[in-house]
């Protein structure tokens, strides 16, 4: 049995690597960019109309003129239109091109109009009002978005600004989850007494899909040959590989035999930690990544977040995030020489937000996660945890922290 943070380093040191692909822009919303994104023009690309009024020349308002003859209107998308005659004003709309000639905007609720004339009924303080200079945001072949970027809907719209129809990202994994037991059946199914409905292979679905992975379900029959040949014909076809249950030390438990016959190579099995200690982690032929969870629902959910997560991230852009620190909110004691991961509740406290302990009945209890909202880490050398004491947070929820 190795430490829960060895355990961690060793699948961290063991990034997958799926390559490339390019993809529309529309369909790359939390895909991680492989390119930088270049400003195509400067932005904005000319300076630009911030409000609907009257577009006058500054100086005539210091010179004590309030009245302009309305000469046109510059719409938006329209070619620039010039103002001859500086006594007089352009309407203009939000969004065009700044007319030639203008160099000041006034909104029409601070003028009044009557047969064709603007009279300036509030003065707008400084020449150059609500006028968008041109590259003021960012100058052309600037660099917008850095490779390595999670886009967002932002992104997606900085994308389609610059007329990136096809954008360059880190390709996705092909994951298989499988599960086994005799004692599963189907969600549309009743199970009889002595069964369950999967559930755990449900829950790494939604999570997987959370971030663009469309994985493939298996259940594995409980017989020796079956899960051998399952097993085989995926780990051809599939670079990651995700199992709930079948690594325990039941007489059922064939799955860690059954790697090492087919080449599989363990990197370790069984962690120092609470729940999840039977977690196996190993690589077949250097590119297929197996995780092979203990089958408790927490056991499978806790080390999902704690360990595939983290390094799902950083085998898509090179890093993944550090973990914060929150305070107990209640004390806590766990008298055992393993990690454990002790889910809670955030609450909001006079200093700030905190964690509070949420005991369950064990890592069997998958109805005490709905009023949980993470793990905190508590270290395997910390076996009195009082009031206000730091620890690592994984949160599997957001609540806004």
């Not at 822009?25 to 932005?43: G, H, P, S």
């Not at 051998?228 to 199992?243: A, E, G, P, Q, R």
Request: one cysteine or more; glycine letters at 8%.
């Amino acid at each position: 049995m190795i430490a829960a943070n060895k355990a961690f380093d060793l699948i961290m040191e063991r990034p997958g690597d799926w390559g490339q692909e390019e993809i529309p822009f529309y369909k790359a919303f939390n895909r991680i960019l492989c390119e930088d994104i270049i400003a195509d023009r400067d932005f904005p690309p000319f300076d630009r109309v911030t409000m609907d009024g009257i577009g006058i020349v500054y100086d005539k308002l210091s010179e004590g003129q309030n009245d302009f003859v309305i000469d046109g209107l510059q719409a938006a998308g329209s070619p620039q239109m010039e103002l001859n005659d500086s006594g007089k004003c352009l309407e203009v709309m939000t969004g065009a091109i700044l007319p030639n000639g203008i160099d000041t905007i006034i909104p029409y609720e601070d003028v009044s109009i009557k047969n064709g004339v603007a009279t300036v009924d509030i003065q707008p303080g400084f020449k150059g009002k609500n006028v968008h200079k041109q590259a003021t945001d960012k100058l052309k072949n600037e660099v917008l978005i850095q490779k390595g970027h999670k886009l967002g809907t932002a992104e997606i719209g900085v994308l389609a600004t610059v007329g990136k129809t096809v954008v360059k990202v880190a390709k996705l994994p092909r994951v298989a989850i499988l599960s086994s037991g005799d004692e599963l059946v189907n969600v549309e199914q009743t199970p009889k007494i002595h069964q369950i409905r999967k559930s755990n292979i449900w829950a790494l679905r939604a999570d997987l899909e959370k971030n663009g992975i469309s994985p493939e379900m298996f259940h594995l029959i409980d017989t020796k040959e079956n899960i051998k040949s399952t097993i085989s014909t995926i780990l051809k076809n599939f670079d990651v590989v995700m199992m709930s249950g079948g690594v325990s030390k039941g007489k059922l438990d064939f799955i860690p035999e059954i790697l090492e016959e087919l080449k599989v190579e363990k990197v370790f099995h069984r962690v120092k930690q609470r729940p999840g200690k039977p977690f196996w982690f190993g690589v077949y032929e250097n590119k297929v990544h197996f995780f092979a969870f203990p089958g408790n629902p927490v056991s499978t959910f806790s080390n999902f977040h704690r360990y595939f997560v983290p390094w799902f991230n950083k085998s898509l852009c090179g890093k993944s995030k550090p973990l914060y620190k929150l305070k107990l909110a209640e004390e806590f004691d766990f008298n055992k020489p393993l990690t454990y991961f002790l889910q809670v509740k955030i609450i909001q406290t006079s200093d700030g937000p905190q964690a509070k302990p949420m005991i369950g009945k064990g890592s069997g209890d998958l109805a005490n996660l709905l009023a949980t909202d993470g793990f905190l880490v508590i270290p395997e050398n910390v076996d009195h945890c009082p009031v206000g004491s730091e620890f690592e947070y994984i949160a599997f929820r957001d609540v806004g922290l």
